[in-house]
């Protein structure tokens, strides 16, 4: 059975820090093409980072460039995101997937307030 198990989400205040974690298992992780999308209240999904099977390229949304930085151990079979400098619009429901959204988990939230 395929699962990805997303965590680390919360509420924290602007300017501050999270990092998400997301497990995986049923599948074989390390060759596949991760990706790190968000759904804020009353929005659609909108694709916030995408990372190579090896862990080596990764691609941003303009709109987290410089603050997001997406990784992985495949050896731990876990995708992680680290949200730094985040801002009231980073609020969201955070889930991680496979490149052509085969696979998601059932998100992690993340809430910006002061």
């Not at 974690?21 to 804020?40: E, L, T």
């Not at 400098?85 to 939230?109: I, P, V, W």
Request: proline content about 2%.
């Amino acid at each position: 059975e395929v699962r990805l198990v997303e965590s680390g989400g919360g509420l924290v205040q602007p300017g501050g820090s999270l990092r998400l974690s997301c497990a995986a298992s049923g599948f074989s992780f390390s060759g596949y093409i991760m990706k790190w999308v968000r759904q804020a209240p009353g929005k659609g999904l909108e694709w916030v980072s995408t990372i190579s099977s090896d862990g080596v390229n990764t691609y941003y949304a303009d709109f987290v460039k410089g603050r997001f930085t997406i990784s992985r151990d495949n050896a731990k079979k876990t995708l992680y995101l680290q949200l730094n400098s985040l801002k009231t619009e980073d609020t969201a429901m955070y889930y991680c997937a496979d490149h052509d959204g085969n696979f998601r988990g059932q998100g992690t939230q993340v809430t910006v307030s002061s």
